[in-house]
């Protein structure tokens, strides 16, 4: 038989039941759209926790106070004990080593604004002029916190869009006095729309000056420093020598944990790398049973055309024929099936981007090769058997149905 032949017979065969067969691309479609949508659940949390972290700025070393016994970077590190205070002294310190670019002390804390009449709460951030450029925030309205002198903070509050909206509409605030804690500050700026950072949108931010916040909050110790470093680089040499610097500092004691964006990044990489083909293994074991399917079915199909199998053997036609026959059949359904479930999957990512814009749930292209792939040779390998059996009939057996 020429292969258009085998083509036409293995279609016709399909599609001579129907039902059994819309079952069967059922099962195998189901089973590719799982791999594609959980593969790209995976990869869409792997390129959030990046851009997350990337949205924060570039060439980062981040000084935590607190030390991390294994002297590197975990989940954990993200809350730490703190033994010693990490001052705005020591942050101010970290201007004088090599490669340092510019440093953004940080006290986080919740408080009080108050004005027009309107109360409400907000997070509040201390920190100096150089956390506008090393977090590269940008501005909707205004300027920027002053530079200010250690230790002297300055009465200003740079608001986030979304409490500069919620207590003055539409009126510019610039200039206006208003109550946060127990500081009358006046408002210099209004921070662009949408900012991102590790889970924090900036619309809901009130941030100070370090010294102001401090002052507040009645405690001297920061919550981090983040120092921008003059390139890519210099970063592992900025790291150790921070670590240096603070240590001397603290009379010998190693009691804070220095770590870098792109140790942040890989860690993070890895461990959903690792959830990423976790996950695709499970929506794998889908399109086995789906392969299971596929075998049972032609297994079937070889009973119920036992005289057909026959006739075909005595016009001529050889085992290799009738073999490759069942196994061109089984393909064009495992095929079909596939790209089936292919575009399931992509109208389920679609849906997830949908429900969810700010997470990229795309499907990588390796998840729809992988989907396919997996998808035809499970079709193959599990279509040798009936096409076996069915070329082993005897043609006089197989006209007889015997």
Same mark, same amino acid.
């Given at each position: 038989m020429k292969p258009l032949d085998t083509l036409r017979y293995a279609r016709d065969a399909a599609t001579g039941t129907p039902l059994r067969t819309g079952l069967l691309l059922l099962a195998i479609s189901i089973g590719v759209a799982a791999v594609v949508i959980l593969i790209s659940l995976g990869d869409g949390a792997r390129r959030f926790v990046v851009?997350?972290?990337?949205?924060?700025g570039t060439n980062l070393v981040i000084v935590l106070p607190g030390r991390s016994e294994t002297r590197g970077f975990n989940p954990a590190n993200l809350v730490?004990?703190?033994?010693?205070?990490?001052?705005?002294?020591?942050?101010?310190?970290?201007?004088?080593?090599?490669?340092?670019?510019?440093?953004?002390?940080?006290?986080?804390g919740t408080t009080e604004i108050n004005a027009e009449g309107k109360l409400r709460e907000a997070m509040m951030v201390g920190t100096n002029d150089d956390f506008f450029r090393v977090r590269q925030l940008k501005l909707?309205?205004?300027?920027?916190?002053?530079?200010?002198e250690i230790g002297h903070g300055s009465a200003e509050v740079v608001l986030g869009a979304g409490i500069r909206r919620e207590i003055f509409g539409a009126e510019n605030p610039l200039g206006k006095t208003v109550r946060v804690g127990d500081r009358r500050l006046r408002v210099v700026g209004v921070l662009s729309e949408g900012g991102?950072? #590790?889970?924090?949108? !900036?619309?809901? %931010? &009130?941030?100070?000056p370090v010294a102001t916040a401090q002052a507040m909050l009645n405690s001297n110790t920061l919550f981090r420093v983040l120092i921008?470093?003059?390139?890519?680089?210099?970063?592992?040499?900025?790291?150790?020598?921070?670590?240096?610097?603070?240590?001397q500092r603290h009379e010998g004691e190693e009691d804070i944990t220095v770590i870098t964006q792109d140790a942040v990044l890989e860690t993070f990489d890895k461990i959903l790398n690792v959830l990423t083909l976790g996950v695709s293994g499970i929506a794998a074991i889908s399109l086995a049973v789906a392969g299971i399917l596929v075998m049972n079915v032609m297994l079937v199909s070889v009973t119920q055309r036992t005289a057909e199998i026959g006739l075909l053997k005595a016009l001529g036609a050889t085992s290799t024929a009738v073999?490759?026959?069942?196994?061109v059949e089984a393909v #064009?359904?495992?095929? !079909?099936?596939? %790209? &089936?479930g292919t575009g399931l999957g992509y109208l389920g990512a679609g849906l997830l981007r949908h429900l969810y814009p700010s997470f990229p749930a795309y499907p990588p292209l390796w998840a729809v090769a992988a989907g396919l792939g997996t998808a035809l040779v499970s079709g193959l390998v599990f279509g040798v058997m009936p096409a076996r059996r069915a070329a082993q009939l005897d043609p006089i057996q197989a006209l007889s149905k015997r």
């Open positions: 851009g997350q972290f990337s949205s924060i730490t004990s703190t033994p010693r205070d990490l001052t705005v002294d020591d942050a101010n310190t970290l201007l004088r080593v090599d490669g340092v670019l510019r440093i953004a002390p940080v006290v986080i909707g309205l205004g300027r920027f916190l002053s530079k200010d991102q950072g #590790l889970g924090m949108t !900036t619309d809901e %931010l &009130l941030i100070v921008e470093a003059r390139s890519r680089e210099q970063i592992a040499n900025v790291k150790v020598h921070v670590l240096k610097v603070i240590t073999r490759q026959l069942f196994i #064009l359904l495992s095929l !079909t099936g596939g %790209l &089936l």
